[in-house]
């Protein structure tokens, strides 16, 4: 199996900080990385397919990046509404596997 | 506006069974893969199983293989997870997710979950 760390598994920030999550892969997943949004009592919103490409609607503040083994999830100017848990996860090989997760806390 | 709804959660004991659904709507169901995702109390999230868009391609977890089972009717535009020999460490939401086009486990959307409570 694809076993995904994340790191940090939490940060704290402030509105208007630049975020950024690693997420690094224990095998080669070319660019099959996706990234989500989870706040408390919702369901996963999914923000990145394919390493670098937007989902629909999804704000430009998001970004991504990286191939093959070494990901990053970039929030280039933190807003209220993103405090939350990021996820990362490899659509490469079954089975799938997510990262730990990552928690953005209010500094 | 794509739409899943899932439902058949609830309480059982270890060992009993459960059968979730997972109604979509907004989409032609029958172009896309879906799978299912859990979330025990507190914890990150876990894939569970899958389904290609014609339903012969079926993929599991090794946590619940021998154990679930994933299918789709096309007729009524719903997803189906069957869970037998349930135990304690199957309790969690469980969450239906469709996948984007062209592939079989890149997730874009999700369902609002439906929780599942293995306990004696």
């Known amino acids: 199996d694809i076993q995904m760390t994340q790191s940090p598994p939490s940060l704290s920030a402030s509105v208007g900080d630049r975020v950024t999550i690693t997420c690094r892969a224990s095998q080669a997943i070319n660019i099959y990385l996706a990234w989500f949004q989870q706040k408390p009592g919702k369901a996963p919103k999914s923000l990145i397919y394919g390493a670098s490409s937007l989902q629909s609607g999804v704000p430009s503040r998001f970004s991504g990046s990286g191939s093959g083994t070494d990901f990053t999830l970039t929030i280039s100017s933190l807003q209220p509404e993103d405090f939350a848990t990021y996820y990362c996860q490899q659509y490469k090989l079954h089975p799938l596997t997510f990262g730990g997760g990552t928690k953005v806390e209010m500094k | 506006e794509v739409e899943l709804l899932e439902s058949g959660g609830g309480s059982v004991q270890p060992g009993g069974s459960l059968k979730l659904s997972c109604a979509a709507s907004g989409f032609p169901f029958n172009t896309y893969a879906m799978n299912w995702v859990r979330q025990a109390p507190g914890k990150g999230l876990e894939w569970v199983s899958g389904?290609?868009?014609?339903?012969?391609?079926?993929h599991y977890a090794d946590s619940v293989r021998g154990r679930f089972t994933i299918s789709r009717d096309t007729s009524k535009n719903t997803l189906y997870l069957e869970m037998n020999s349930l135990r304690d460490e199957d309790t969690a939401v469980y969450y239906c997710?469709?996948?984007?086009?062209?592939?079989?486990?890149?997730?874009?959307?999700w369902g609002q979950g439906t929780l599942v409570t293995v306990s004696s």
């Open positions: 997710t469709k996948a984007l086009l062209g592939t079989n486990g890149c997730f874009d959307s």
């Open positions: 389904t290609t868009i014609n339903g012969a391609g079926m």
